[in-house]
């Protein structure tokens, strides 16, 4: 049975789905963008329909899997997202204008615009968290946060596909949390990146600020 044509807000809310997603994992992406359109389960737009061929399908599936089993490792999830910077973002802006096609020219430079911005925070916050995160020995937590972006990738793109409005809903509050994440993570690394040249310098730590309430005690006692 064919797929019904997808309207407006489901187009919208595709390529937001595909700007936002693509920063975290741009090989999944297209992966299963491309898998889900050669299976007959979702109506691709023109634009993305080269992403649904048995060849695309082959090799972005290929790709999507060295590239989830080297974010479960640690150390090589940091390198991999710091190279991927180069790729993820540029994707996220061509897979939100690709929805729209060569047919609405404005409208998808405007998705290739948000789509990318969407891309860069997304990128961004898993950059800085998982950098954050590779500073405990355990790799636990960093097998736990990959298999998370892995079930918010997918999860994203379905519910863009199934029920657009939810999806923006979500998109904002995932957002939210995305920029709140990527501050505490960035002052994180930066503190601990200045104790680290501090240690190899040579360096000692800055002496910490004395509290009031022990200066007034001395104060006190020197008077009495």
């Known amino acids: 049975m064919p797929t019904p044509s997808l309207g407006t807000l489901q187009l919208l809310a595709l390529a937001a789905a595909l700007g936002w997603a693509s920063g975290l994992r741009a090989f999944l992406v297209m992966f299963a963008v491309g898998a889900a359109g050669l ?27 060295l590239e989830f089993v080297g974010d479960k490792i640690p150390g090589v999830d940091s390198l991999l997202d710091f190279i991927s910077t180069l790729l993820r ?57 990959s298999f998370g972006e892995d079930a918010l990738v997918l999860g994203g793109l379905w519910l863009a596909w199934l029920h657009p409005v939810l999806f923006f809903i979500a998109l904002v509050l995932v957002l939210i949390v995305m920029v709140w994440l990527a501050r505490k993570s960035f002052h994180f690394v930066r503190g601990l990146l200045g104790r680290m040249v501090r240690l190899f310098s040579g360096r000692s730590e800055p002496a910490s600020p004395p509290v009031q309430g022990a200066t007034d005690v001395r104060f006190k006692d020197k008077t009495s």
């Open 89 to 145: 973002i540029p994707a996220g802006a061509v897979l939100a204008a690709s929805v729209f096609g060569l047919d609405h020219t404005f409208v998808a430079a405007l998705a290739a615009a948000a789509g990318g911005s969407l891309a860069a925070v997304s990128h961004g916050t898993k950059l800085s968290t998982r950098a954050a995160i590779n500073t405990s020995p355990e790799p636990f937590s960093n097998v736990g946060a």
């Open 39 to 65: 299976a007959g389960w979702v109506q691709l737009p023109s634009g993305l329909q080269g992403l649904a061929s048995p060849l695309a399908v082959g090799i972005t599936g290929f790709l999507a899997f």
